[in-house]
């Protein structure tokens, strides 16, 4: 079974509502806007996969597409000196995923549990949200409350910053 299509059977299987859109594959979420692809009402977001210089954690932070992630506030805010981008080959190893598609759908495969989540505090006031399902040629919009439901059942906490 493709990634993509576990996430929807998680979907599924937890009940969510959701709207699935096909679209042409975009690496980041501002390749989306940029095509177009907008969705009236939803918040956009893009993820960023982190880690500390010495890979003691890892981290997912999902936020508006629009944001500047402020690495070095959200470094002081975790306690550790600095953050920087993990590396393709850490992205496939933990969450099963290529460049292009990061998201929290890879939680799916960190049985380990060694990926932390922070969401952008503005995330807090979405009703709903746009992310891909581990294709990024596909966009998934449901609400903040279901993706967060979505994350837990992956054994994972979400944190805010």
Do not use: W
Not at 5 to 22: D, K, N
Not at 86 to 97: E, F, K, W
Request: glycine share 8%; aromatic share 8%.
């Amino acid at each position: 079974m493709r990634h993509s299509q576990e996430v929807i059977a998680r979907f599924e299987t937890l009940g969510f509502r959701y709207a699935l859109y096909h679209h042409a594959p975009v690496r980041t979420a501002a390749e989306r806007l940029a095509l177009g692809i907008d969705f009236s009402g939803v918040v956009i977001c893009k993820n960023l996969f982190l880690t500390t210089r010495n890979e003691s954690l890892f981290l997912l932070y999902m936020l508006p597409a629009e944001t500047k992630a402020d690495l070095r506030a959200l470094a002081r805010h975790l306690g550790t000196s600095r953050l920087c981008f993990a590396s393709d080959d850490r992205l496939m190893q933990l969450l099963g995923l290529e460049s292009g598609c990061v998201g929290v759908s890879g939680l799916l495969k960190d049985a380990e549990h060694r990926v932390s989540v922070v969401f952008a505090a503005s995330l807090k006031n979405a009703p709903k949200v746009a992310m891909h399902p581990g294709d990024n040629a596909m966009t998934a919009v449901l609400s903040l409350d279901d993706l967060l439901l979505f994350v837990g059942s992956c054994g994972a906490q979400v944190g805010y910053f």
